[in-house]
């Protein structure tokens, strides 16, 4: 674009963005009945400029543990200069909640794949590179969660197994107890949503009552050996119900 200042002494040219190439310029002078004419060319040369972002991909809701996305990046930068635009990462924060991939089979396809049981709101940065200039376009993923059901840890209940599996000191006609310390921890809920345990045994011959304290997390089991044959065994169950 060009213009006059209003003193008429300077004209001013100002590079339209992104545009090279030549314009011819026509400057008019007139005095009372006479005019005369100028032209003249501005050559404005090109420089290489770093790729546009010309389609931001939008903000992405996800589920947790749910199904991978695949986003297709092929139309989101453009280089105005013809080069070609090369995908050279893509990185989210945080990193815990989503795992990043490229296609091998095509360079353009990013899969966003949700982590077990993660979830909450991640930035994605996408790097581009063209002729060595680079071009960042973020987008957000709103990974939502999903309300699990508690979990077994593998290896606390196989402690609790061990002990369990110890045999019984008690003696015929006494009334027994078998206590096992923090019963509790052999169940966990990913949501850390409250939990109340409750433990059923198939003999209720034998099995004379349960009880798992909610303050100190012990179970203890009382029982008699009255009429039980010989390497008896009783199965009991923990069930967890969370909110």
Known sequence: SASIQSNGKF??????????GFSDI????????????????????????????VNQVSNQVMVESGANLEIDL????????????????AVSTPLNILDLSMSSSNN??????????AN?????????????LQTSM???????????????????MNLLMDAASEASSCDIDDVCTWTYENAA??????????????????????????EIDSDTNVMKITYTTDDMPLNYTVICTITAQAD
């Open 74 to 89: 092929s139309n989101v930068f453009i280089d105005l200069e013809g080069d070609e635009i090369t995908i050279v990462g």
């Open 120 to 132: 909450g709101v991640v930035v994605v940065v996408v790097t581009c590179v063209a002729n060595s």
């Open 26 to 53: 026509t400057l008019r002078a007139l005095s009372q009945t006479q005019s005369a004419f100028l032209t003249f060319r501005v050559i404005v040369t090109s420089v290489d400029d770093a790729p546009k972002i």
């Open 185 to 210: 921890d052999v169940m966990y809920d990913v949501d850390s949503s409250d939990m109340l345990l409750s433990v059923t045994c198939l003999d209720s011959t034998h099995v004379k009552s349960i």
């Open 108 to 117: 353009n396809i990013l899969t966003l794949s949700p982590i077990k049981d």
């Open 11 to 20: 004209l001013v040219m100002t590079p339209v963005q992104d545009r090279s």
């Open 138 to 156: 973020e987008f957000e993923v709103d990974v939502v969660p999903i309300d699990t059901a508690p979990r077994t840890d593998e290896t606390k």
